[in-house]
């Protein structure tokens, strides 16, 4: 199965909203005396502002090939959110109808935009009921996909072709830092993201160590299990391992609670300017927490899945934070205070460009 092609630098002109996946950018956001770096691989540049359209394309191309989904058929998911967005612009450009299997836990920015794109959103749950229902959303679209002609269940959980699509990103890794990647650290939901990209860029960089993250209270790390509020990861109580977690490539598993990931991503917010979303505050509070103990010169990447911007309601929203008991200013300074330690230098500003004088215009 050969993953969809990719830029590794984006086409002037392009027919295809899915043609602008890819070639999405890295932004060092500290480094330590000793010049080991951290550096955000910004998923947020892809087209819907997530990483997860690279599989949700390649799924559906995969599809395709084996013959499972015919013209004008139906694509059927069960989705949080950033998934469903990639399919639903997969499926509009290739004129297929699209089927979003939702909670209420989704941000509400995700369901609003898969709706603009024509997607049909099917609730497992009533309204104001903002539970994680992964096992109850994946049972529901199985059977849907079962029940209806030229209908295709992508089951992104366990669909190889989740992984094949991140193959790209261990490509553009290799060819932006010449092979010199260090540790790669990444959330750990369907397990697609982090472990396609890992096996892939082990054959280039066999040494790379592979850090996964999911949030407390997820059971793919072991338990114990609760709820929790970081979206489009981990795996809840009741829902199947993804198959996508391949455990004997993983050199470690992480735990970070909500409190510390929402934290993160609101110093990050304030301290540079780059919204980055709750799991992906998970992600860099783990890395942080690591490039001080690595060595003078190394490099760890951290796959950042998604922009914060979808977030502005909840994670992103004092009153939403505070009646979940999820503020913590302390753990928000403690992780500035980290940023302004790693931080040796502050970048500094290019010059603005000349204005055009009457003459010019």
Same mark, same amino acid.
């Given at each position: 199965?050969?993953?969809?092609? #990719?830029?590794? #630098?984006?086409?002037?002109?392009?027919?295809?909203?899915?043609?602008?996946?890819?070639?999405?950018?890295?932004?060092?956001?500290?480094?330590?005396?000793?010049?080991?770096?951290?550096?955000?691989?910004?998923?947020?540049?892809?087209?819907?502002?997530?990483?997860?359209?690279?599989?949700?394309?390649?799924?559906?191309?995969?599809?395709?090939?084996?013959?499972?989904?015919?013209?004008?058929?139906?694509?059927?998911?069960?989705?949080?959110?950033?998934?469903?967005?990639?399919?639903?612009?997969?499926?509009?450009?290739?004129? +297929?109808?699209?089927?979003?299997?939702?909670?209420?836990?989704?941000?509400?920015?995700?369901?609003?935009?898969?709706?603009?794109?024509?997607?049909?959103?099917?609730?497992?749950?009533?309204?104001?009921?903002?539970?994680?229902?992964?096992?109850?959303?994946?049972?529901?679209?199985?059977?849907?996909?079962?029940?209806?002609?030229?209908? +295709?269940?992508?089951?992104? #959980?366990?669909?190889?072709?989740?992984?094949?699509? +991140? #193959?790209?990103?261990?490509?553009?890794?290799?060819?932006?830092?010449?092979?010199?990647?260090?540790?790669?650290?990444?959330?750990?939901?369907?397990?697609?993201?982090?472990?396609?990209?890992?096996?892939?860029?082990?054959?280039?960089?066999?040494?790379?160590?592979?850090?996964?993250?999911?949030?407390?209270?997820?059971?793919?790390?072991?338990?114990?299990?609760?709820? +929790?509020?970081?979206?489009?990861?981990?795996?809840?109580?009741?829902?199947?391992?993804?198959?996508?977690?391949?455990?004997?490539?993983?050199?470690?598993?992480?735990?970070?609670?909500?409190?510390?990931?929402?934290?993160?991503?609101?110093?990050?917010?304030?301290?540079?300017?780059?919204?980055?979303?709750?799991?992906?505050?998970?992600?860099?509070?783990?890395?942080?927490?690591?490039?001080?103990?690595?060595?003078?010169?190394?490099?760890?990447?951290?796959?950042?899945?998604?922009?914060?911007?979808?977030?502005?309601?909840?994670?992103?929203?004092?009153?939403?934070?505070?009646?979940?008991?999820?503020?913590?200013?302390?753990?928000?300074?403690?992780?500035?205070?980290?940023?302004?330690?790693?931080?040796?230098?502050?970048?500094?500003?290019?010059?603005?460009?000349?204005?055009?004088?009457?003459?010019?215009?």
């Amino acid at each position: 199965m050969a993953p969809s092609p #990719h830029p590794l #630098h984006r086409p002037a002109v392009v027919r295809r909203v899915s043609e602008l996946i890819g070639a999405t950018p890295l932004f060092e956001l500290c480094r330590t005396e000793s010049d080991a770096r951290l550096l955000l691989k910004l998923e947020q540049f892809n087209p819907t502002g997530t990483a997860k359209i690279r599989m949700a394309r390649q799924m559906v191309v995969d599809a395709e090939e084996r013959g499972l989904l015919r013209p004008g058929g139906r694509i059927i998911e069960s989705t949080s959110g950033n998934t469903g967005l990639g399919l639903a612009v997969v499926a509009a450009e290739r004129g +297929y109808t699209f089927t979003a299997v939702v909670d209420h836990h989704a941000a509400k920015d995700k369901l609003r935009a898969m709706r603009a794109m024509g997607t049909e959103l099917v609730y497992v749950a009533d309204a104001g009921d903002d539970d994680l229902a992964t096992a109850a959303r994946e049972e529901l679209a199985e059977k849907m996909a079962a029940e209806t002609d030229n209908a +295709y269940f992508t089951e992104q #959980h366990n669909n190889p072709a989740n992984a094949v699509g +991140y #193959h790209p990103v261990a490509h553009e890794l290799d060819a932006a830092l010449d092979g010199r990647v260090d540790v790669l650290i990444g959330a750990v939901g369907t397990g697609g993201g982090l472990f396609g990209t890992g096996r892939e860029l082990r054959r280039t960089v066999p040494g790379v160590r592979i850090v996964g993250v999911e949030p407390e209270g997820s059971i793919a790390f072991g338990p114990p299990a609760h709820d +929790y509020h970081q979206s489009g990861t981990g795996t809840p109580e009741g829902a199947t391992i993804g198959a996508m977690v391949d455990y004997d490539l993983l050199d470690e598993g992480v735990k970070v609670g909500d409190v510390a990931a929402f934290a993160t991503a609101r110093a990050v917010a304030r301290r540079t300017g780059l919204l980055i979303g709750g799991s992906a505050g998970g992600v860099v509070h783990a890395a942080l927490a690591r490039l001080p103990a690595l060595p003078p010169g190394a490099t760890m990447v951290a796959l950042v899945n998604d922009g914060g911007e979808k977030y502005l309601d909840t994670v992103f929203d004092d009153d939403w934070m505070a009646a979940r008991d999820l503020l913590s200013p302390d753990v928000e300074r403690a992780v500035e205070d980290t940023l302004a330690k790693l931080r040796r230098t502050d970048p500094v500003p290019s010059p603005a460009p000349a204005l055009p004088t009457q003459d010019q215009i």
